[in-house]
């Protein structure tokens, strides 16, 4: 493996596992938020149904990113760690207590399982809310000083992270509606064409908002769009031109979809999204895995060290991603109330 630019392999695997992540828990996450929305406690139990089966498989992929960041990048691992500690914890403990909702609910009635109810969508918020203001922090720059945290407690906490909190939450509602919409049937499946079509239009807004922000705090990453003020670099934007056309055409043939009445189709246009919203971001990072101090080379181990971590993702990746499509195969189809959790 010598031949091989170990580092950027890695940083490649990391980005899929994110947007995996992404892809998979956003949409559980994003029932969770709209749980207390639905008009009937019967359509409640249908939205849980439709996510208990995978929800915790779904976490998976947040384990290989944040273990694979400490294994394949310490450096960045360290970096970062300390100046996102507060939100990590509200996202952890917000996981928590939506996990024990998905045991408890079902075995209660009365006022304890309106508690659970809560505990559901307020775990589903905070976690959503809590990796919004990661990302914001991630976006914005981390404050480094020999490849140190030189920041304080609350760099986190920014008019910017503010919103990109709530941009996803948004976006989860969004691939959670479009979700509800492949899984359920009747006046639950009309209310979650009407969510899919607000929550898309929210966010359009919130991606135009950071996407013009995210180059005014940050120098390096306007020059990557071209965009360093008052100048135009037109030979590095218009080869990026395509992204926010995509992001266009993207959300066109959601709303589409949905007022047509397909079943899977807003579901796939609301992944490819958060895709391109990914892929911008990307763009506006690169080559930095801790923007803007330490790069993808900078903060990777040793290579022996990566070389054998590789043969061991290599092995674990199609086992993970063979289970996942095969938990997706045997709970496919619409869901019921009385469908049993176990």
């Known amino acids: 493996m010598a031949s091989l630019d170990l580092p950027m392999i890695w940083a490649g695997l990391l980005a899929l596992a994110v947007f995996m ?48 960041l400490f294994a394949a990048f310490p450096k960045a691992y360290a970096a970062f760690m300390p100046a996102v500690y507060m939100p990590i ?21 009365g006022s304890a399982r309106r508690i659970w109810d809560q505990a559901f969508h307020w775990g589903s918020v905070v976690a959503t809310f809590s990796q919004g203001l990661i990302l914001g922090a ?3 720059g981390i404050s480094l000083e020999d490849g140190r945290f030189s920041g304080g407690m609350f760099d986190w906490l920014t008019p910017f992270s503010f919103v990109t909190g709530c941009a996803l939450v948004w976006g989860y509602a969004l691939l959670g509606s479009t979700w509800l ?18 929550s898309a239009v929210v966010v359009l807004l919130m991606i135009a908002v950071v996407s013009f922000w995210m180059p005014a705090i940050d120098v390096l990453a306007a020059e ?15 080869p990026l031109t395509p992204i926010p056309l995509l992001v266009g055409v993207a959300f066109w043939q959601l709303v589409r979809s949905v007022r047509r009445g397909h079943t899977y189709m807003p579901y796939l246009f609301s992944v490819a999204l958060f895709l391109l919203g990914y892929v911008g971001l990307l763009v506006g990072i690169f080559p930095y895995i801790v923007p803007y101090g330490l790069t993808i ?20 990746l199609p086992l993970i991603l063979g289970y996942t499509a095969y938990v997706y195969w045997v709970f496919r189809g619409k869901v ?3 469908a049993s959790y176990h």
């Open 224 to 238: 990557r769009w071209g965009l360093r003020y008052p100048h135009i670099d037109w030979s590095r934007l218009l």
């Open 181 to 198: 919409i492949i899984k359920t049937e009747g006046e639950l499946l009309a209310w979650s064409r009407i969510t899919a079509l607000v």
């Open 21 to 68: 992540y992404v892809l998979l828990d956003g949409f559980d996450l994003g029932v969770g938020i709209l749980f207390p929305f639905a008009a009937r406690d019967q359509d409640r139990d249908d939205m849980m149904n439709s996510v208990a089966p995978v929800w915790d498989g779904n976490e998976t992929w947040l384990i290989l990113g944040g273990g694979g």
């Open 89 to 109: 914890g509200f996202m952890l403990t917000a996981l928590i207590f939506r996990g024990v909702a998905f045991e408890f609910r079902f075995k209660a009635s």
């Open 138 to 140: 991630l976006v914005q």
């Open 297 to 316: 080379h900078e903060a990777a181990a040793a290579p022996n060290s990566q070389a054998l971590l590789l043969v061991g993702a290599l092995v674990m």
């Open 336 to 338: 019921s109330a009385d």
